[in-house]
């Protein structure tokens, strides 16, 4: 074996997230065609995309919201088309996912939502899950006076922050993030980034968002992957990306958005 493929064989042993050969058609539409992605262990990884690329696809083909047409999908090292009930609690418990909505129950109080996956895949009791409900409010920035209201009365922000504290809920080694700042203003958003990154920082986890946002790419990400072409096309640093003679690329990081991030996160 060559030294670039021990190296890749190691990384895949060692990474969280691992996608090979992926293909998943819609009808006769094809959106990924051999698709390959490795997230290592404790990086933030920002997947990017023109509209229609198959971000969320993705996303949805790693945590087994979709069963892919072909290729293999594995998360902590086990191939997700082959795990049974157990085992895929077992890796429910060691993820976290922030839906871009929040995916908040109406019906339940904050305090509430944020401690249902306690209740879900442990056999602590109600009061245990309130008391880790408050510490995970507290750890996205929120105050115990929040677990008591409903959905309904939370700003966007404060929803993306309750939809943060549950994903946190089991203290997961890896969380997914689907269009986190989306909705939310320039303050609120760069707010959510600094978040997002002490976080990781300061937890250990490794994070695979979903994003169209700029400013959280250079702001969060130790790594951006870009969807075109129905594949993975790179994936490296904001500061590689902007060398890439990928048309694509070229427009998304070097037209006038991406040269105002740059520039914002220079001055930072």
């Not at 929120?142 to 008591?148: E, F, K, T, Y």
């Not at 968002?209 to 594949?231: F, G, N, P, Q």
Request: with cysteine.
């Amino acid at each position: 074996m060559s030294a670039a493929g021990y190296s890749a064989a190691k990384d895949d042993a060692d990474a969280p997230i691992v996608v090979r050969g992926l293909v998943n058609r819609f009808g006769d539409h094809t959106v990924h065609d051999g698709l390959n992605l490795t997230v290592r262990k404790g990086e933030v990884m920002g997947l990017v995309g023109g509209s229609g690329a198959g971000k969320t696809v993705l996303l949805n083909s790693i945590i087994g919201l979709r069963r892919p047409d072909e290729g293999e999908v594995r998360v902590f090292g086990k191939d997700m088309s082959d795990v049974d009930d157990a085992e895929m609690e077992e890796i429910e418990r060691r993820w976290g996912v922030l839906f871009q909505s929040g995916a908040l129950w109406s019906s339940l109080t904050v305090r509430e939502n944020v401690g249902a996956p306690v209740i879900e895949h442990t056999n602590l009791g109600p009061d245990l899950a309130d008391e880790i409900a408050d510490l995970k409010l507290a750890l996205v920035g929120l105050s115990p006076v929040a677990g008591d209201l409903k959905p309904s009365e939370l700003s966007g922000g404060m929803k993306k922050r309750v939809g943060l504290a549950r994903a946190l809920a089991l203290d997961p080694e890896l969380v997914f993030l689907d269009e986190p700042t989306a909705g939310l203003d320039p303050i609120g958003a760069a707010a959510f980034d600094t978040l997002i990154r002490d976080l990781a920082t300061n937890l250990g986890l490794t994070v695979f968002m979903v994003t169209h946002d700029l400013d959280s790419l250079y702001a969060v990400c130790d790594r951006v992957a870009v969807i075109a072409d129905k594949k993975i096309v790179a994936h490296a640093t904001v500061q590689e990306l902007e060398k890439s003679d990928h048309p694509w690329i070229r427009e998304y990081f070097l037209g006038p958005r991406g040269r105002a991030a740059a520039a914002a996160e220079e001055t930072t």
